[in-house]
């Protein structure tokens, strides 16, 4: 699962690793980014930073023409992700489990089980997940062969669930997705925290 899930993120349409790092960063500071901050961040050109964003469609951005939102965001979604006193959200479930170890910070998870609406809270540190709650809690995971569009055919499918058994009926409908324990779901996307943290990555790196 791991090694297909990496697979999938690296072959989706618009993703560049080797930014996703610097953009968090920024992000996760609550303002809006320019691409003069994210291009002094990336250590690349300017033109090189509106070339990549040019192919991520799926990005944010405010009435001024700053990033906002890519995986981390300013606009509210079920998964709240609060950190260093700021109240951010997250594209999805995966996303609030990634996100601390590349950023290199702790996050409290707030989202709400995708069948019942209970509250799932949990801690995040750079070395995973910590006090679940409540503890049955899991996450669905797919891996989509040809994805177009990560948010639509990726992290749209990715929530949390109070319990597997809550899950039930959502797997029904999507039978290509599977769910597995929140510590679980954190271990298959930890070679992609490698990859993304020692910048060998197979959608242009560094």
């Known amino acids: 699962m791991a090694a297909r899930f990496t697979d999938t993120v690296n072959r989706a349409p618009g993703v560049k690793l080797w930014l996703l790092r610097p953009l968090l960063t920024l992000l996760a500071t609550g303002e ?3 691409v003069d901050q994210l291009a002094a961040k990336a250590g690349r050109t300017t033109d090189e930073i509106r070339q ?6 799926d990005t944010e951005y405010d009435t001024a023409g700053r990033i906002i939102g890519n995986g981390l965001t300013h ?3 079920p998964h709240r992700y609060q950190t260093d006193g700021r109240t951010l959200y997250t594209w999805c479930a995966m996303d609030t489990l990634v996100f601390p170890a590349i950023i290199g910070h702790t996050a409290q998870v707030t ?12 801690t995040v540190t750079p070395d995973g997940p910590t006090h679940v709650e409540p503890a049955t809690a899991v996450v669905s995971v797919v891996t989509p062969d040809a994805p177009t569009s990560v948010r639509a055919a990726f992290c749209n499918q990715v929530h949390f669930f109070a319990s597997a058994d809550a899950a039930k009926d959502w797997l029904s409908e999507h039978p290509d997705a599977q769910v597995l324990p929140v510590a ?16 060998r990555t197979s959608s242009g790196c560094c």
């Open 52 to 57: 990549a964003l040019a192919d991520m469609p």
């Open 184 to 199: 679980d779901a954190y271990d298959v996307g930890r070679p992609l925290i490698e990859q993304i943290l020692t910048g």
């Open 75 to 77: 606009n509210p979604t």
């Open 32 to 34: 809006p980014v320019t």
């Open 111 to 122: 989202s709400p089980c995708r069948a019942t609406g209970e509250p799932v809270r949990l």
